[in-house]
């Protein structure tokens, strides 16, 4: 394993990843107490999320297959959001052989150790953009940071795609000008859905094997992520909580998420690692919307 990223970096990334989990949750819990309407989100009691730990199976150490670690399953289902999972994970192990060859550093050895936030959440509201944001470290024979936020509105909005786009403009020219046109880039080309010819959203950023010699400064980037959706998401999501839908507008929501689904099982990287590395299905597969529909 890499000296550059060793267990006080490993301690370091994990407790970053449990805080953003807590103050995501929070800002998103307090959302379900302040809206007041008039549509569906205002009817019941405010949604509270719910967490539920998990652990990977452990084999004997030092040998093939073996692997530990867990994590944190955190879901909100509520009256602005529909289903919200903020999920935290840290797992160890090692990769097959058909999956090794695919990740830097784990062919010289195929032994691994990953952390890492995921969040998804899907509004009841169609007017509310749906989002994803997820920022990993993971270490090999190498090491690195990944991960990045985008928006998916039903509706697009030019203010508001600007808005989210100018949040992480400014969390990447803190520390790199080059950052952000890079990783925009980046994303538009990944979340795209090419048997439809169309994007999943308005993109974000996406970014990948983040490794420039400098673990501070690497890490401090990915934490500014994190910090850049945990100031623009709830505040778009409060813009448009309290306005009224139409039965219409509903249907094109759910035509919308087919679109998510398939990009989620067909293309995502997160959920083919998820599944390859032994981790928990339910956790990996959070990220797919409710009441969902194909025209």
């Not at 944001?133 to 697009?156: E, H, S, Y």
Request: glycine share 10%; net charge negative; charged share 25%.
């Amino acid at each position: 394993m890499t000296e550059a990223y060793g267990d006080e970096h490993k301690a370091q990334a994990r407790a970053w990843f449990e805080k953003l989990r807590d103050d995501l949750c929070a800002a998103l819990e307090t959302i379900e107490d302040d809206v007041v309407g008039p549509n569906p989100s205002s009817e019941g009691a405010p949604g509270r999320f719910q967490r539920q730990a998990w652990e990977r199976p452990v084999a004997d150490q030092g040998t093939e297959g073996a692997e530990g670690g867990g994590g944190v399953m955190s879901i909100l289902r509520g009256r602005v959001f529909e289903k919200a999972g903020v999920n935290v994970s840290t797992v160890h192990g090692t990769f097959s052989e058909e999956f090794r060859a695919r990740i830097p550093g784990a062919a010289e050895d195929p032994r691994f150790w990953a952390s890492g936030i995921s969040v998804v959440i899907h509004p009841r509201s169609p007017l509310v953009p749906a989002a994803h944001m997820n920022t990993r470290m993971i270490v090999t024979t190498k090491g690195w940071f990944g991960g990045g936020g985008d928006l998916t509105p039903v509706f697009a909005e030019d203010e508001e795609t600007a808005r989210f786009h100018s949040a992480y403009r400014k969390a990447c020219d803190a520390h790199d000008a080059d950052y952000y046109p890079k990783f925009k880039k980046w994303c538009d080309e990944y979340f795209y859905l090419p048997h439809r010819d169309e994007p999943r959203g308005v993109g974000g950023i996406f970014y990948d094997n983040l490794d420039s010699g400098d673990w501070a400064a690497d890490f401090a980037f990915t934490q500014d992520v994190g910090r850049a959706f945990l100031g623009v998401y709830p505040a778009l999501a409060r813009a448009k909580m309290d306005l009224p839908w139409t039965g219409e507008q509903r249907q094109a929501q759910r035509v919308k998420r087919g679109r998510y689904v398939e990009f989620n099982l067909l293309y995502d990287r997160g959920t083919l690692f998820g599944l390859k590395t032994g981790g928990n299905v339910e956790a990996i597969l959070m990220s797919l919307p409710p009441d969902t529909a194909w025209p």
